[in-house]
């Protein structure tokens, strides 16, 4: 339709750009130049014309009046909220003349970027700021807060595989959804679920919690946090023990069978039910019903990489299919990420062939170490520079974090929509659009198809994408490689690898025109790709004993830029094992005397990470910071059900409103992530207790794995 001032309407085709699995198709419906509505669109399918509660008002989002629309200055304390308006051509003429002081002083290395999936846009999203940072020389930042170390060990045991499509769900007849909350997490995979238990397939849900998804579920199994290694370790024993292995396949698919036996061979039901807290029985059953149902499919969330060891309970699951035989039937196998099928060109969207060889590396999850002097760093960081992040809101060690932005010697720089906790503590804050307001190509990890996001409305007031931000630092910086005068349009073209078979009968054309397009891939109903094995493996199977373990725990060059294809780092097990938590009461009985209780901090229902905790819709969804506990745990503090409590360990606390419900194990407590400090009681989130300890793999975050205790915030305040 046109768009007039008569008050005609036309429909924009466009796609959510947050770090969710769905990547939803949208449908915009703007109105004399002004975005009015927002929703699903009904042919696309896999998100059939439902959006979820983050987004389904999105157009709120960008015309909110806390929209930062315009570059501003910082003229109080950092933190306080306090900015002047200026233009962008002071803007960058301010970050310039800093940079480049700090540069002749210390070298660009004092320097540092920080960003990660604000938007998952190829253009404006993980990636869009690397090749301006390497060619400055700054400090690489190393992002590996989601799915690194699952995917280091997905890697070492089947392969960059895109696995089973999510589609094909609906052909299982085994589901087991393993630390995954479909339903707040991957909603619009659900309906494929429910339609293959409508069916009679049997879906089983793994998670401490019972989540609404395990309410949905046929059976649920509850697990100590940390633990989950050890009940698939045993889910093998069972296998093998009663032969109910696939000796075809494991013969003539699969890579060191024999040592795999001899390594579970020792790890009964028993052994694990007393590490996890799931009955031997229970367990015998799990392996039995998913050895012999088919097609079986194993769903793992991100969830099960955030505990010490969480890289090897990926590898011990990533075995199960194959030792079963699931591969061989559409529907059956594991799904991880099918970002992996998207034939991005990662070189052309980093390059990191311009970086200086032995150039910094610093990981984000050590960002208040880094800032604090904590870390020894040669130079120290005099310089941040934000975007598609809020690390005050996400990162672990806040408290360590908030102290370092609030040094005065520290020039920060953040590009973003609102006012962040971040944005706070900024000397130069950017206007950054929305996607409404700019032209992306999306990729998904949890489905098939590629989206395109035709803009529907002009950049609201000043605000500009990343790609145009990168453009005007990188042209005031003098960098004169026309790599840094690309267009969008040019960069879309070059972004994917337009000669893989994956994007044959794909063109930009038809993209735009409407809107998403699946891969060319085979449809669900005979997509099996490893039914012959073809694993993209050293070895070509999959790799029970890994050969990429020689590597070391490496971090794949997703996470990290590098010439080398691995970094490698002490070699590791080429078995999957079991790691004990770092802080749990079996494992560091010291630590639970004074803090006894496991702490777990999932995504909000109503939240994507920090994004849209401050909109009044996700806000009367999420309602308060809150905390669930068992009630046996709250009867021993005397705590009542919306109490107000103090959540506390030697890293610092937090408050939230107590939540009394046996969906929770006891010595567990459930806090969801996302709330902003500066609008929480007290200034403090969940990620003030949250350790700064890497998992075994992939130098992964551990999330779920802290003790803490709870206490009524009066007696807290009490005994201050």
């Known amino acids: 339709m046109t768009n007039g001032s008569d008050g005609t309407e036309r429909i924009v085709l466009a796609a959510c750009p947050h770090d969710c699995p769905d990547t939803c198709s949208m449908l915009v419906t703007v109105r004399d130049g002004r975005a009015v509505a927002v929703r699903g669109n009904p042919d696309h399918p896999f998100t059939r014309g439902g959006l979820c509660v983050k987004v389904n008002n999105y157009q709120d989002r960008t015309y909110s009046p806390d929209r930062v629309l315009h570059p501003l200055r910082r003229t109080g304390p950092k933190g306080s909220g306090r900015f002047e308006r200026i233009g962008w051509d002071e803007a960058l003429a301010t970050i310039a003349r800093r940079w480049q002081a700090i540069i002749a002083e210390d070298g660009p290395t004092a320097i540092l970027p920080y960003s990660y999936l604000g938007t998952e846009g190829v253009l404006n999203g993980l990636n869009v700021g690397d090749p301006f940072f390497n060619r400055l020389g700054a400090t690489v930042s190393e992002r590996t807060f989601c799915d690194s170390g699952s995917s280091t060990a997905y890697f070492m045991t089947i392969g960059p595989t895109a696995g089973v499509d999510p589609e094909a769900f609906r052909f299982s007849r085994y589901i087991v959804l393993w630390a995954c909350n479909t339903m707040s997490t991957n909603l619009h995979h659900w309906p494929f679920i429910a339609e293959a238990q409508a069916q009679g397939a049997k879906v089983v849900v793994i998670d401490p919690v019972r989540t609404r998804t395990a309410k949905k579920a046929d059976w649920h199994i509850p697990i100590r946090p940390g633990t989950d290694a050890a009940l698939a ?133 050590r960002l208040g170490p880094a800032l604090t002097g904590e870390m020894a760093l040669d130079p120290p960081i005099r310089a941040l520079f934000v975007y598609n992040a809020n690390p005050a809101v996400v990162a672990p060690e806040q408290a360590k974090i908030i102290r370092g932005l609030c040094r005065e010697d520290l020039f920060t720089v953040v590009s973003e929509q609102f006012l962040t906790d971040t944005a706070l503590h900024a000397d130069i804050v950017l206007p950054a659009t929305t996607q409404l307001e700019q032209e992306d190509i999306m990729y998904s990890w949890g489905h098939f198809y590629l989206s395109y996001n035709n803009p529907a409305v002009a950049p609201l007031g000043e605000a500009v994408p990343n790609t145009e931000l990168f453009r005007r630092l990188a042209a005031t910086m003098g960098f004169d490689d026309p790599f840094f005068r690309r267009d969008d349009r040019q960069m879309i073209e070059e972004a994917l690898d337009w000669a893989s078979p994956a994007l044959a009968g794909i063109t930009l054309e038809a993209l735009r025109r409407d809107g998403y397009a699946r891969l060319n891939l085979p449809p669900a109903a005979d997509y099996a790709p490893h039914r012959d094995g073809n694993f993209p493996t050293p070895s070509g199977k999959c790799e029970f004993a890994a050969s990429m373990a020689a590597n070391g725990d490496f971090v794949l060059p997703l996470f990290r830029q590098g010439s080398e294809e691995f970094q490698s780092c002490t070699p590791v097990d080429p078995l999957p094992h079991y790691i004990p938590p770092n802080e749990s009461p079996s494992t560091n009985p010291g630590l639970a005397a004074s803090y006894p209780l496991n702490l777990m901090s999932p995504k909000s229902h109503a939240f994507l990470n920090s994004s849209f905790a401050n909109m009044p819709q996700q806000l ?21 059900d919306g109490m107000p409590v103090v959540i506390s360990n030697g890293r610092g606390s937090f408050q939230a409103v107590a939540r009394l419900s046996e969906d929770v194990l006891p010595g567990v407590v459930v806090a969801p992530m996302g709330h902003w400090r500066s609008r929480s009681p007290g200034e403090a989130t969940v990620q003030a207790v949250n350790s700064g300890a890497f998992a075994d793999l992939g130098a992964a975050p551990t999330f779920s794995d802290n003790l803490v205790e709870v206490a009524p915030l009066a007696a807290a305040r009490a005994a201050e």
């Open 233 to 365: 370790l045993a889910m093998m024993q069972v296998i093998i023990a009663e032969d109910l292995v696939d000796h075809d396949y494991v013969a003539n698919h699969t890579l060191g069978f024999d040592d795999l036996k001899a390594r579970v061979a020792g790890f009964t039901p028993e052994k694990a039910a007393a590490i996890t807290g799931v009955p031997a029985e229970d367990i015998r059953t799990l392996a039995r019903e998913f050895a012999t149902t088919d097609p079986a499919v194993l769903r793992i969330g991100v969830a099960l990489e955030r505990h010490a060891g969480g890289g090897q309970t990926v590898r011990a699951a990533a075995c199960l299919p194959a030792l079963t035989g699931a591969w061989r039937h559409p529907g059956g196998g594991i799904l991880q990420l099918p970002v992996w099928a998207f034939p991005l060109d990662w070189g052309r969207l980093m390059r990191p062939d311009f970086l200086t060889p032995g150039t910094r590396v610093l990981n984000q999850w």
């Open 620 to 640: 009367h969804h999420a309602g308060e910071q809150s905390l669930m506990l068992h009630p046996a745990d709250a009867r021993e503090r005397n705590i009542g």
